[in-house]
């Protein structure tokens, strides 16, 4: 009985999970409160990029507690490691012991003190676009469900920030209307599913407007650096946030 109310009492606390506010300051939270309602030592959220439509590969997007330097620029495809597998499978794992498992040759790095781990797939619909990761000392069969909840909430509010975005900016819904009337590649309604490709049509309609309203090549140029400066100085504010 104990267990079942403390089990209640950790989904209640999920309820977190649907927060607002930018893709990557709730996904630095979902990361930590889901390391919290498992009680595991660490755990991350490792996303899908677009980069590369042909060979589609996850990056860490966030972490909670100790993670391996390595870790931050490790690009993981379907079926690599063991988060790859989880990507390719759509199925949660559990490994109590990650040293005497067949996945001991995946490992990124020994475990004796936390010799524990768990994967889910992140969802939004249908598609799976990352993977949610935890180790610990154990964990338990309930604790991998709960993890699965965590991870379609997670999915959920990744949905619910993109579209949130779209909604609040005129700009953009012009242009995934001009672009899927003209190309039909991405519809505005499900441009959440591929946000680099929105990226992209986003950055192909900013050049052609300047192009129509007349502004020579040096003009968008110097548009484009504005552009690259501003994005410079919000990593840099993101990086400082990181190391407070």
Same mark, same amino acid.
């Given at each position: &009985? ?30 930590? /409160?889901?390391?919290?309602? *498992?009680?595991?030592?660490?755990? #991350? ?7 590369? =439509?042909?060979?589609?590969? &996850? ?8 993670? =391996? ?17 989880? /990507? ?6 559990? *490994? ?14 020994? @475990?004796?003190? *936390? =010799? ?6 992140? @969802? ?24 699965? *909840? ?54 192909? #309609?900013?050049?052609?407007? &300047? ?5 020579? =090549? ?27």
């Amino acid at each position: &009985m104990l267990n079942e109310t403390k089990h209640l009492l950790r989904l209640q606390d999920v309820q977190a999970l649907l927060a607002s506010g930018s893709l990557d300051a709730n996904l630095a939270h979902h990361a930590e /409160l889901a390391r919290r309602l *498992v009680g595991a030592t660490s755990c #991350s959220v490792m996303l899908l990029n677009g980069e590369t =439509p042909d060979d589609l590969r &996850m990056r860490l997007c966030a972490s909670a507690g100790d993670m =391996p330097a390595e870790a931050a620029d490790a690009l993981v495809g379907s079926g690599e490691g063991i988060c790859g597998r989880v /990507l390719a499978s759509g199925r949660a794992l559990l *490994v109590d012991d990650i040293d005497r498992s067949e996945f001991a040759s995946l490992a990124r790095r020994r @475990r004796a003190a *936390v =010799p524990a781990l768990m994967s889910a797939p992140v @969802r939004i619909d249908a598609r799976i676009v990352g993977v949610l990761n935890v180790s610990g000392v154990a964990f338990s069969e309930a604790e991998l469900q709960l993890l699965e *909840v965590i991870a379609l909430f997670i999915g959920k509010s990744a949905q619910v920030i993109q579209l949130q975005g779209l909604l609040a900016s005129r700009f953009a819904q012009m242009a995934l209307v001009r672009n899927a009337h003209d190309s039909g590649t991405i519809a505005a309604d499900t441009a959440y599913q591929n946000p680099e490709e929105v990226a992209r049509i986003l950055a192909r #309609s900013f050049y052609k407007e &300047m192009t129509r309203a007349g502004f020579a =090549p040096g003009q968008i140029v110097s548009a484009a650096t504005e552009l690259i400066g501003q994005l410079g100085g919000a990593i840099q504010q993101t990086g400082k946030a990181g190391r407070q």
